[in-house]
Structure formats: C-alpha cells, structure tokens
C-alpha cells in the first residue's frame, strides 16, 4: 500500500507557506484566536476515567434516567402528528414563538418579568454565551468574573481573546467589596472592562448561592461602572430546601443579560437554552444566532414545547430535586465520615461540592493517582484563568448513584491519606506516622479566593 503522503502548502518560490509541526502541518495557519482553544491537561486523563470500574465525580451530567421515557416520546408523537413538516423545517433566528411565551412561565418562577419577544432560543445556554461574546469582546478586554468560575464559559472568553479577572467569592457568593476593588484596580490600569459573568445560584463549581442583599449591591456596583451583567442560570430551579433568591434579572431589565436552559430541569439532549436580553442587544444575538446556526432546532424547540404543554414539568423538577438533594446528601455525609481533614461547601441546589484539600496537598498532581485508585474528579485549577485552586477539588453528585458516591468518596480519602503520608515522609524530620499534622486538618472555612 502506498504510503500517505504529507500535504505541505507551497508558495512560488517553493517554501512552505503554513510551516506547521509533526503533529498539525497547519499549525500557523489559524487564527489567532484559535490559542485560546487550546484542550486541558486533565482530558486525556478523563478518557481513562470514563472506564466503567471509575466513579466519576467528575463531570456535571443530569441524571436524565430520572426522566420517565414516555413523558418525552408522548411529546414528540404528538409533534410528528399535528406539526411533522413544521417541526422538520428551518425556523425563526429568534426560537418558536410558542415556546419562548412558555419560557416565561418558567422564569417567572425566579421571580422575572419579561417579553417574549425580548428572548432568543439557543442551542443550549452554552451557545448564547459564545452568541454574547463574539458581540462583546474584542481582543485585550477584560471579562470579570467569580474565582473560581465555569470553565466552558472561560474558554469562550478566552478564545475571544479576552482576559478573565477574577472576584473572589465566600459561603454567600461573590463579594460586592471585592468586586468593587477590583474594578477600580483594573481602571487604573486602564482596562477595558466589558462585563461580569456570574453564576449567582447553586455555582458551578463552588456550589454557593449570591446573598439576596448582595444581589442589589452588585447590580449597582455593576451600573455605577457602566459594566453590563451576564447572569447564567442553568440550576435555579434545582434546589434542595428554601427556594433561593430570585434571579439578579428580576431586579433590572436594562443592565442584564440572563441565560436560562432545558439542559439541566429536562435534558440537555434536546440543546434548547435562552437569552433574555435588553431589546438592542435582543437584535443582535438575533443576527449573530442566524449567522451561526439559521436558527435552533425546530423539532427540538416543539417537542419541548409540546411537553410544557401536556406535562406536569413543574413536578417533573420536584423529581430531579429529590434525587439530586439525596446525592447531596449522600455525599456529604460520606465527606463528614472519610474525609473530617478537608473542608467543603454544601450547597442548597445543583450539582456541585467544592472541597478544600489540607495544605500542601494538589488536587492536580494527585488525579493520576486517583484515576488509578478507580475514582476521578475536576482539579480546582480547571477553574481559575489564573492558575489557583490547586488545594481545590470540584466533586460533581449529579450523575452517579448514592451507593457509587460513597464508594468514591471513600477511594478518594485513600489517595488524599496517601498523599499526605508521602508528604509526612518527605517533610518531617521526626518518626514517620501514618495520620497527617493536626494543623493541615482544620483548614479554615471554605474561602474560594
Ligand atoms: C454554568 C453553566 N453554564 C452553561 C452551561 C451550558 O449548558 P447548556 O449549554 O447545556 O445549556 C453549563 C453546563 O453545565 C453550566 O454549568
């Protein structure tokens, strides 16, 4: 068989004019932009992870077998019934109209009032917040948000080429001072700020909701500044107890941008989310939405449609609550029994626990070693632009079922004993002990600065 051959671009002269390298002959041919894609250190460690006999504390899938099938193939029969060619055909840039009036139902929820006619429908939330920035950010602009913060969303920005500056957060969310500072910082040094992204309930990773009070505060700090909010809001409505504060939307309908989706209180298969924005800017994400994709995807957008319709979605919600605030909890208590040294947050709604290792310890260095150990999990430093978080761990209970958590929580505790044990070692001058320093072990409160 003939070998393949390498294809090598040439100018006239005969050189090569996209001198690439062994692994990617086009290498210089991209955009600049394209640097900020670059894939994290851990993904190829996650492939491993994937095999069955891990348990994946890792990533942040719904449980969406708590979904009863036929709630979902009752609505698609009946939209391939009374609407085939409709739900088989391209659509409106902005979203089925139908569907965005029912959007309004499920914010109102959270406390908003709005028009429809000022929601886009994406492809999930994650492409309005590529939609956002590709209108936002130009090259050199600083994008504020919590530390830490959702990666994907980062990449985003990054891939923009914007810088991400991180606020700090504490048990009630991000801190308005802290904030404030930080935008005077940069002004002095002559920053573009072009908005703050924040995940005020049930963060991901941290799991913190924003106080109520702080929500009025950073909304005026935000204004006082002429800085525009991006609101992402994907696990709202997944609360375990007291229902949270209502959204930060609710409270301005000039200075923020909300996103909502179906991905986590449905399933994220469908890929339907949405942007409420400001009417100007509602025009915009409009023609960067055709731009992009023509519009979402009609079938999609109807047969959710159609479930709102015919479903009891509200209950449906309640459902998904039980079962995540039972991982929740599952996981707590296996944190209180296996691993008394660390310290976490424990959130009220969502997917996420956000661990605090003892001193010295780094959760990335040690993820090879769990993977091993049969459990995997996200390194802190996944979450910050800046390279923190590596004493920090985000444990996902979304996904795996309460017997598994405890399992992985208890394999996690071997590798963090283990760790600190080699760390003793190498350390201590004195006779090698199996337990760790008592100082190590009562790290302060969670603080995600
Ligand atoms: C904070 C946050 N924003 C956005 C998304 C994207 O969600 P989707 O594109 O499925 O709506 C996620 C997904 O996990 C998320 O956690």
Redesign the pocket.
């Known amino acids: 068989m003939k070998a393949k051959q390498k294809r090598i671009h040439v100018s006239e002269q005969g050189r090569p004019t996209a001198p690439g390298n062994n692994l990617d002959p086009w290498y210089s041919s991209y955009a600049a932009r394209a640097a900020g894609l670059s894939a994290s250190e851990v993904r190829a460690l996650f492939a491993v992870a994937s095999r069955p006999e891990v348990v994946s504390l890792a990533g ?1 899938m719904p449980y969406v077998s708590a979904l009863p099938e036929d709630l979902v193939t009752n609505a698609m029969s009946t939209v391939m019934r009374d609407e085939g060619p409709t739900a088989l055909q391209y659509g409106s840039g902005q979203g089925v109209p139908k569907l965005r009036e029912q959007i309004l139902d499920v914010m109102a929820l959270e406390g908003i009032k709005a028009s429809a006619s000022d929601i886009v429908v994406t492809t ?4 309005a ?1 590529e939609l956002f920035s590709k209108l936002f950010l130009d090259p050199g602009d600083v994008v504020l948000s919590e530390g830490p913060s ?1 990666v ?2 980062m990449v985003i920005f990054k891939s923009y080429q914007a810088e991400v500056a991180h606020v700090p957060m504490d048990d009630n969310g991000l801190i308005p001072e802290a904030l404030r500072e930080r935008i005077a910082q940069l002004k002095a040094e002559g920053r573009r700020l072009k908005f703050l992204y924040t ?1 005020p309930t049930f963060h ?1 990773p941290a799991g913190v909701t924003l106080a109520a009070e702080r929500r009025a505060e950073i909304l005026q700090i935000a204004q006082e500044n002429g800085i525009l909010v991006l609101e ?1 809001n ?2 709202g409505l997944l609360y375990f107890n007291q229902q949270p504060p209502n959204a930060i939307r609710s409270l301005d309908e000039d200075g923020v941008v909300y ?1 909502g ?1 179906f ?1 986590k209180t449905l399933a ?1 298969g469908f ?1 339907v ?1 949405w942007a409420l924005a400001p009417h100007a800017i509602r025009e915009k994400l409009i023609l960067a939405n055709e731009a992009a994709i023509l519009c979402p995807s009609s079938f999609s957008q109807m047969v959710i449609s159609e479930y709102l319709s015919q479903a009891d979605w509200k209950g449906q919600i309640n459902t998904f609550r039980g079962v995540y605030k039972e991982r929740k909890e599952t996981m707590i208590s296996a944190l209180e029994e296996y691993l008394p040294g660390c310290t976490w947050t424990n959130p009220n709604g969502g997917f996420y626990v956000w661990l605090t290792l003892p001193d010295d310890l780094d959760s990335k260095a040690m993820l090879p070693r769990a993977v091993k150990e049969l459990v995997a999990y996200t390194p802190g430093t996944a979450f910050y632009a800046d390279g923190g978080g590596r004493q920090n761990i985000r444990l996902s209970f979304c996904y795996p079922t309460p017997e598994q958590i405890r399992v992985g929580i208890r394999r996690l505790a071997n590798v963090v004993n283990g760790e600190l044990d080699l760390l003793h070692t190498f350390t201590s001058s004195g006779p090698l002990t199996t337990r760790r320093s008592s100082q190590s072990f009562n790290a302060p409160p969670p603080n995600m600065s």
């Not at 999930?124 to 492409?127: A, E, L, P, T």
Request: hydrophobic share 20%; net charge neutral.
């Open positions: 942040g999930g939330s994650q492409h917040l959702y994907t969303a995940i991901n992402d994907p696990y996103l989706t991905s994220p890929r989310g």
